[in-house]
T-cell receptor, first 110, second 114 residues
Framework: DAKTTQPTSMDCAEGRAANLPCNHSTISGNEYVYWYRQIHSQGPQYIIHGLKNNETNEMASLIITEDRKSSTLILPHATLRDTAVYYCIVRVQGAQKLVFGQGTRLTINP | DAGVIQSPRHEVTEMGQEVTLRCKPISGHNSLFWYRQTMMRGLELLIYFNNNVPIDDSGMPEDRFSAKMPNASFSTLKIQPSEPRDSAVYFC????????????FGQGTRLTVV
């Protein structure tokens, strides 16, 4: 699976959009981008995934660049409950292994 | 569905003792994963099963660790003998194989070996 690079930490004001970047410059054509988050003391939670088109669900939006070498997770209206570690993962569709990196620690400030 | 259920939530044991962690996956899911999380190493995949069969155990740290899945609704992770460096939070996760790849995680078992 391709390696990802994320900032160690980020801050965002409550009510604003939180934009979390991820670099995956060695991604292959059949590898998807997944995002999970882990709120303190809980198990990781799936957020969204995509291949090359932008994706949106009730939790977030995923923007993938045309060359697929980077992506951005967008939380449109961040709340205090969105404070968590966010993991960007790339993996082949159908592959079972989810390999987590260090993630980005996002802090939402009141 | 109650989600992935792990027990116990907390376990404190003495070095050298056997420890058994338990997991009940979401009904109907056919893939099960065991992870370990520490501050130093983050989230590490230990082993995963498809249809109750171990597929990849390359993440199991050493022979002291073993995992079983006797049926589709139950799995155990055993450490024998336990050592202080095994102290960590152990997560179990399950998913449907081949139909999307969203994995659902349990709340974890916090293991402390003294």
């Amino acid at each position: 699976d391709a390696k990802t690079t994320q900032p160690t930490s980020m801050d965002c004001a409550e009510g604003r959009a939180a934009n979390l970047p991820c670099n995956h410059s060695t991604i292959s054509g059949n590898e998807y981008v997944y995002w999970y988050r882990q709120i303190h003391s809980q198990g990781p939670q799936y957020i969204i995934h995509g291949l090359k088109n932008n994706e949106t669900n009730e939790m977030a939006s995923l923007i993938i660049t045309e060359d697929r070498k980077s992506s951005t997770l967008i939380l449109p209206h961040a709340t205090l409950r969105d404070t968590a570690v966010y993991y960007c993962i790339v993996r082949v569709q159908g592959a079972q292994k989810l390999v987590f990196g260090q993630g980005t620690r996002l802090t939402i400030n009141p | 569905d109650a989600g992935v259920i792990q027990s116990p939530r907390h376990e404190v044991t003495e070095m050298g003792q056997e420890v058994t962690l338990r997991c009940k996956p979401i009904s109907g899911h056919n893939s099960l994963f065991w992870y370990r999380q520490t501050m130093m190493r983050g989230l590490e995949l230990l082993i995963y099963f498809n249809n109750n069969v171990p597929i990849d155990d390359s993440g199991m740290p050493e022979d002291r660790f073993s995992a079983k899945m006797p049926n589709a609704s139950f799995s155990t992770l055993k450490i024998q003998p336990s050592e202080p460096r095994d102290s960590a939070v152990y997560f179990c996760a399950s998913s449907l194989r081949g139909i999307g790849t969203e994995a659902f995680f349990g709340q974890g078992t916090r293991l402390t070996v003294v």
